[in-house]
């Protein structure tokens, strides 16, 4: 299906409306074109002649008297034309009755079809492999969701209240203008395939201009989101000014790209209206010699009628002629908004795949992996945890510690090798109730612009505050949330930056603490935090791991001396695993990491 073809399927939700628009509009146009076809009987009126001649006339004169000629028709001059006026009164009312309701269905279509797409595509984001996040900037996906997705109504602006607006239009006026003169018609209709031409590589021109026009604006988005979130650094290092040029820089570029699109969009109009301009005098100038003289074949109201119904046709005529341009620009957010949508997803569950249940071991058999076929981050690891267990991961920066634990939850899938869990693949189960047996915590703590009671219950809207005050107290939080302003239900801000480090440690190991889950993951998560912070932290770290199976990964070996099993991770590899005393005797890399931290 083509991209036009897919921005337009977004409708069939909305057929009832779409329907109703579409006669309405209809409708509309149609009432509009009469009210210049009563322009022949008002004329005949005023000067004296039968408002509708009797048995001749043009064709369009003859659809009038047989739709509304007894209620033209009148005793005297006087009557007749005062009906003529009632009747053009009543038509115009109809008419933008009718408008109106077209505009109001239109805007509710419209902005059914941008929430769709916006909604799909947010959801579509959330099953993305995590890759793409990575080597994609937060900024342009927000101006794809928010920017791109309501430049697409214009799309569907175009289309309903515009293109088929004026399309029925000019039906209804190249209609009437064959029934009041089929030669001048004609005229018109042979140089309409000129404007084509003339306009054709202007469209090409302003679409490719829009393409680099959306791509920066997603720049600019990006830009004023990474300053957002990196406030602090640009004035520690008082780059103010440097930033500020930075976004000068790109917002001059935008300015400029707009510039050259609109430079050759805005120049359809002016070249449509002369065009129309001209054709309109060649009609005046053929028609005047048809309908003056001893041989006239063209009455003179009908030639005014005609002149009046051809320049009114020169608007909805000049806004499809700019209808190609127009939709340039909504046309390359489209393209930006269905290439994310086209990207393959990689979450959800596949068929044949079981709900996961543990209940005694979880397995690593030569696992591998590597990010999008670059070098392996992991070689050939191969071990085993038993329930209850606790399992930490050691090693120098960059050894793929974090990666090993990723693997667990199946946010990403190993290159080579498999993770068992009671003998089972975790690939045959789905990653929803994969997910549900584990709580994670890390040192980059995730909290949301939400309440206290919100951040702790995340995801869940069956816990209750008696439950949660539960999970906070276990996780050393409920005494610093208590002395908030408003205790649980205290907005945290933007990523919980009124707390500190171990405040929000402490919000996130309440979290898991509420889940109660067999199997938890923690990723340094007592790193970087003072020494009365790490004490609290790790005395809700004990009760969260108390009768739990745990993978930690941790810098500070005295969070792991009491583990089951240490392994030792070196550029991927396993270089040594076994307890805190037997790798301290063995004299290798995990007693020289001890050695570095406590002996020197």
């Given at each position: 299906m083509g991209r036009s073809g897919r921005l337009f399927s977004l409708l069939r939700p909305y057929t009832f409306l779409f329907v109703a628009n579409s006669v309405a509009t209809l409708v509309a146009s149609v009432m509009d074109g009469a009210t210049f076809v009563l322009l022949i009987p008002f004329l005949r009126t005023l000067f004296g002649q039968q408002a509708i001649p009797v048995g001749g006339g043009s064709s369009v004169e003859r659809v009038l008297a047989a739709v509304a000629g007894p209620l033209l028709a009148a005793g005297s001059p006087e009557g007749a034309l005062r009906n003529v006026v009632a009747v053009l009164l009543g038509t115009l009312v109809l008419k933008n009755a009718l408008s109106y309701a077209a505009a109001v269905w239109s805007i509710a279509i419209q902005e059914g079809v941008v929430r769709d797409l916006r909604v799909q595509l947010f959801e579509h984001l959330q099953v993305l492999p995590l890759g793409f996040f990575q080597r994609t900037r937060g900024g342009q996906l927000l101006a794809r969701v928010i920017s791109d997705t309501d430049q697409v109504k214009t799309t569907v602006?175009?289309?309903?209240?515009?293109?088929?607006?004026?399309?029925?239009?000019?039906?209804?006026?190249?209609?009437?203008?064959?029934?009041?003169?089929?030669?001048?018609?004609?005229?018109?209709?042979?140089?309409?395939?000129?404007?084509?031409?003339?306009?054709?590589?202007?469209?090409?021109?302003?679409?490719?201009?829009?393409?680099?026009?959306?791509?920066?604006?997603?720049?600019?988005?990006?830009?004023?989101?990474?300053?957002?979130?990196?406030?602090?650094?640009?004035?520690?290092?008082?780059?103010?000014?440097?930033?500020?040029?930075?976004?000068?820089?790109?917002?001059?570029?935008?300015?400029?790209?707009?510039?050259?699109a609109q430079r050759y969009a805005t120049l359809t109009s002016p070249l449509s209206e002369v065009f129309a301009g001209?054709?309109?005098?060649?009609?005046?100038?053929?028609?005047?010699?048809?309908?003056?003289?001893?041989?006239?074949?063209?009455?003179?109201?009908?030639?005014?009628?005609?002149?009046?119904?051809a320049l009114r046709l020169m608007s909805p005529a000049k806004s499809v002629a700019n209808y190609p341009t127009a939709m340039a620009g909504a046309l390359a957010a489209a393209d930006r908004v269905y290439e994310v949508l086209d990207l393959e997803a990689e979450e959800g569950d596949r068929p044949g795949e079981q709900p996961a249940r543990f209940a005694e071991r979880i397995e690593y058999r030569d696992?591998?992996?590597?990010?999008?076929?670059?070098?392996?981050?992991?070689?050939?690891?191969d071990f085993a945890v038993c329930r209850g267990q606790v399992a930490a991961i050691v090693g120098p920066s960059g050894a793929g510690?974090?990666?090993?634990?990723?693997?667990?939850?199946?946010?990403?899938?190993?290159?080579?090798?498999?993770?068992?869990?009671?003998?089972?693949?975790?690939?045959?189960?789905?990653?929803?109730?994969?997910?549900?047996?584990?709580?994670?915590?890390?040192?980059?703590?995730?909290?949301?612009?939400?309440?206290?009671?919100?951040?702790?219950?995340?995801?869940?809207?069956?816990?209750?505050?008696?439950?949660?005050?539960?999970?906070?107290?276990?996780?050393?939080?409920?005494?610093?949330?208590?002395?908030?302003?408003?205790?649980y239900e205290t907005l945290l801000g933007e990523r919980g930056t009124r707390l500190s480090g171990?405040?929000?440690?402490?919000?996130?190991?309440?979290?898991?603490?509420?889940?109660?889950?067999?199997?938890?993951?923690?990723?340094?998560?007592?790193?970087?935090?003072?020494?009365?912070?790490?004490?609290?932290?790790?005395?809700?770290?004990?009760?969260?791991?108390?009768?739990?199976?745990?993978?930690?990964?941790?810098?500070?070996?005295?969070t792991v001396r009491h583990a089951d099993l240490i392994v030792v991770l070196s550029e991927g590899r396993i270089v040594e695993r076994g307890t805190h005393d037997t790798l301290f005797a063995a004299g290798g890399l995990y007693r020289r990491f001890y050695d570095l931290q406590f002996r020197v």
């Amino acid at each position: 299906m083509g991209r036009s073809g897919r921005l337009f399927s977004l409708l069939r939700p909305y057929t009832f409306l779409f329907v109703a628009n579409s006669v309405a509009t209809l409708v509309a146009s149609v009432m509009d074109g009469a009210t210049f076809v009563l322009l022949i009987p008002f004329l005949r009126t005023l000067f004296g002649q039968q408002a509708i001649p009797v048995g001749g006339g043009s064709s369009v004169e003859r659809v009038l008297a047989a739709v509304a000629g007894p209620l033209l028709a009148a005793g005297s001059p006087e009557g007749a034309l005062r009906n003529v006026v009632a009747v053009l009164l009543g038509t115009l009312v109809l008419k933008n009755a009718l408008s109106y309701a077209a505009a109001v269905w239109s805007i509710a279509i419209q902005e059914g079809v941008v929430r769709d797409l916006r909604v799909q595509l947010f959801e579509h984001l959330q099953v993305l492999p995590l890759g793409f996040f990575q080597r994609t900037r937060g900024g342009q996906l927000l101006a794809r969701v928010i920017s791109d997705t309501d430049q697409v109504k214009t799309t569907v602006t175009a289309a309903l209240a515009s293109l088929l607006q004026n399309i029925s239009l000019i039906v209804v006026y190249v209609a009437i203008l064959v029934g009041l003169s089929w030669r001048l018609t004609l005229i018109a209709l042979v140089c309409a395939p000129l404007l084509v031409l003339i306009i054709r590589p202007l469209v090409g021109k302003v679409r490719r201009r829009s393409r680099e026009q959306v791509e920066d604006r997603g720049e600019l988005t990006s830009l004023v989101s990474e300053l957002v979130g990196s406030i602090k650094l640009v004035r520690a290092y008082v780059a103010e000014g440097f930033e500020a040029q930075r976004f000068r820089r790109l917002a001059d570029r935008y300015r400029r790209r707009v510039l050259r699109a609109q430079r050759y969009a805005t120049l359809t109009s002016p070249l449509s209206e002369v065009f129309a301009g001209v054709v309109i005098v060649l009609i005046f100038f053929v028609g005047t010699r048809w309908a003056l003289g001893q041989a006239a074949t063209l009455r003179p109201e009908v030639l005014i009628a005609f002149i009046a119904v051809a320049l009114r046709l020169m608007s909805p005529a000049k806004s499809v002629a700019n209808y190609p341009t127009a939709m340039a620009g909504a046309l390359a957010a489209a393209d930006r908004v269905y290439e994310v949508l086209d990207l393959e997803a990689e979450e959800g569950d596949r068929p044949g795949e079981q709900p996961a249940r543990f209940a005694e071991r979880i397995e690593y058999r030569d696992v591998s992996f590597s990010y999008d076929g670059q070098a392996p981050v992991l070689r050939d690891v191969d071990f085993a945890v038993c329930r209850g267990q606790v399992a930490a991961i050691v090693g120098p920066s960059g050894a793929g510690k974090t990666t090993l634990v990723d693997l667990l939850p199946r946010f990403y899938e190993p290159t080579g090798g498999a993770i068992h869990m009671d003998g089972t693949p975790i690939t045959r189960f789905t990653r929803r109730s994969l997910r549900a047996l584990m709580g994670i915590v890390s040192q980059e703590t995730i909290l949301l612009n939400d309440t206290v009671f919100a951040n702790i219950a995340y995801g869940r809207s069956d816990f209750s505050l008696a439950q949660v005050e539960a999970a906070a107290r276990a996780g050393n939080a409920h005494d610093f949330i208590s002395h908030l302003p408003a205790g649980y239900e205290t907005l945290l801000g933007e990523r919980g930056t009124r707390l500190s480090g171990g405040e929000r440690q402490r919000i996130a190991i309440a979290r898991a603490l509420l889940r109660d889950p067999p199997i938890l993951i923690l990723d340094e998560a007592t790193s970087a935090l003072d020494t009365e912070s790490e004490r609290l932290v790790q005395e809700a770290i004990d009760r969260l791991m108390a009768h739990r199976t745990v993978l930690v990964i941790a810098h500070r070996l005295t969070t792991v001396r009491h583990a089951d099993l240490i392994v030792v991770l070196s550029e991927g590899r396993i270089v040594e695993r076994g307890t805190h005393d037997t790798l301290f005797a063995a004299g290798g890399l995990y007693r020289r990491f001890y050695d570095l931290q406590f002996r020197v």
